[in-house]
């Protein structure tokens, strides 16, 4: 039986909460799917009730840290060295400087095993880190796949760091009480879920959007689900005082931590509210909104197409502009037809892109699919005569069996190694992210349903790519 082993990089992690996150989520569905034995290897910072719905994921405790970075790290480091030769692969999350120290600590003791970087990413901090610098660049290049978990942040590093590929894996819905998720009479509700009153979810944007439209909608209601930030209650406490009459109709549900409640909540929202400054690709609390028939209106982060489907199962809004988020919220919530077809609309996008089954396909796939620097077409010359032979393969796409399929997988992954390898000196600056989006839609249609539209995506983005004589 393969091993994953997935460590932190952070203090105080893995909490109960992160297990029904990708944190947990990647290693366990590995588990499910694929019969790895997987592991979490962390400090242990209380009850892990969410455990019992994740048959078969251990946890590893390291010792505490107290709150001592380099302790989190020496310690993580001593249970590499306990435990490498059981652990084939190795899962870390975001790009910190402890995450950079552990990884090669694991690569120096296994430089067999499969490595999977996964990027809490937004672009602000992608910015801050120096690439360039040979601790995070020989990192990065220590890894087999690196991800994030929107479009356009694959699209701007792909773009930023050269010699790197990096993946699409969006953040899935997993069914925790698994249960048959039915359809619910939907109710009048505008529900946001998060860490209220947090600078970085600007929650105070939406309660001032809704006081703005309040006596144009006065059948509907605010709902905020999550543990509540102490510094908050002063803004509520000048807001209730300047809206009384909201009182009633603006709940606070507080940490809702039993999911069979808080899907209740996403079941009975008509509308569910983003209004962050910023987020780490697309949040988990969108796939849950979406699977449960939820009208997505969010700020302008870097998911926000994503997220609606291009504005095809939600709205968009500028960071911060609180009246644009009220002209949006009075549109919607008088727009009967809008909602009553929003649900399934919904539902169907967030089963063909945030389903788990889906993509932990997808991951499998990458992790076991690695082009080998010996494998790897060594002439710059024939990437054109390869990018003929696959663009064949694409145009005939729809009746391709499976073994095709993997295959041209495979050849648009050497596509995108030589792109890399040879970003400097080839005219098409934005090869190797074209190719990167069609290998995402082609592993689509290998792992689900191949619609239509997808075939169409793929021949319109190949017939994008040009390149000059050999």
């Not at 992690?13 to 297990?19: D, E, I």
């Not at 005569?385 to 050497?414: G, R």
Request: net charge neutral; glycine share 4%; aromatic share 10%.
């Amino acid at each position: 039986m393969p091993s994953v082993y997935t460590l932190a990089s952070q203090l105080n992690h893995w909490n109960n909460t992160q297990l029904l996150k990708e944190c947990g989520l990647i290693p366990f569905m590995m588990h499910k799917n694929f019969g790895y034995k997987a592991v979490m290897v962390g400090e242990n910072t209380g009850d892990y009730p969410y455990l019992e719905r994740l048959p078969g994921l251990e946890m590893d405790f390291i010792p505490s840290s107290n709150g001592n970075i380099d302790a989190l790290i020496g310690n993580s480091i001593n249970y590499i060295n306990q435990n490498y030769q059981k652990m084939d692969a190795l899962i870390m999350r975001g790009l910190y400087n402890a995450t950079c120290i552990i990884l090669q600590a694991y690569r120096q003791k296994r430089p067999d095993g499969k490595v999977y970087l996964y990027l809490d990413a937004n672009k602000y901090w992608m910015d801050s880190i120096q690439w360039e610098a040979p601790m995070f660049f020989n990192t990065l290049a220590s890894c087999d796949v690196i991800s994030t978990s929107c479009y356009k942040m694959t699209e701007y590093l792909n773009k930023k760091w050269p010699p790197f590929i990096v993946e699409h894996i969006p953040n899935g819905f997993f069914n925790a009480n698994d249960e048959q998720i039915k359809k619910s009479e939907k109710e009048n509700t505008i529900l946001t879920v998060g860490r209220i009153g947090t600078d970085q979810k600007a929650n105070h944007i939406l309660l001032l959007a809704f006081a703005i439209i309040a006596d144009n909608i006065p059948n509907w209601k605010v709902h905020l689900a999550g543990p509540v930030e102490a510094k908050f209650s002063e803004f509520t406490d000048k807001y209730f005082k300047n809206f009384p009459q909201l009182k009633k109709r603006v709940k606070f549900l507080g940490n809702v931590t039993d999911k069979g409640k808080l899907y209740a909540e996403y079941a009975k929202a008509k509308i569910f509210a983003l209004t962050s400054v910023a987020e780490g690709g697309a949040p988990n609390v969108i796939a849950e909104a979406l699977f449960h028939g939820c009208y997505t209106i969010t700020s302008d982060v870097d998911a926000a197409i994503d997220i609606t489907d291009n504005e095809n199962c939600g709205r968009i809004f500028n960071i911060n502009d609180y009246e644009a988020l009220s002209k949006i919220l009075l549109k919607v919530c008088t727009n009967k037809k809008l909602l009553q077809d929003a649900p399934q609309k919904s539902i169907e996008f967030a089963k063909s892109h945030y389903d788990w089954d889906l993509i932990i396909n997808r991951i499998n796939h990458l992790m076991n699919n690695i082009p080998t620097d010996s494998k790897v077409i060594e002439q710059k010359g024939e990437l054109k005569v390869l990018w003929q032979q696959v663009a064949e393969k694409l145009a005939n796409i729809e009746i391709s069996s499976k073994e095709e399929l993997s295959q041209t997988i495979k050849d648009l992954s050497y596509l995108e190694k030589l792109a890399a390898k040879f970003f400097c000196e080839i005219e098409d600056t934005d090869l190797k992210y074209k190719l990167n989006q069609i290998k995402e839609k082609v592993l689509n249609i290998l792992y689900s349903s191949p619609a239509p539209q997808i075939k169409r995506d793929i021949l319109e983005i190949a017939a994008q790519i040009t390149l000059g004589s050999p």
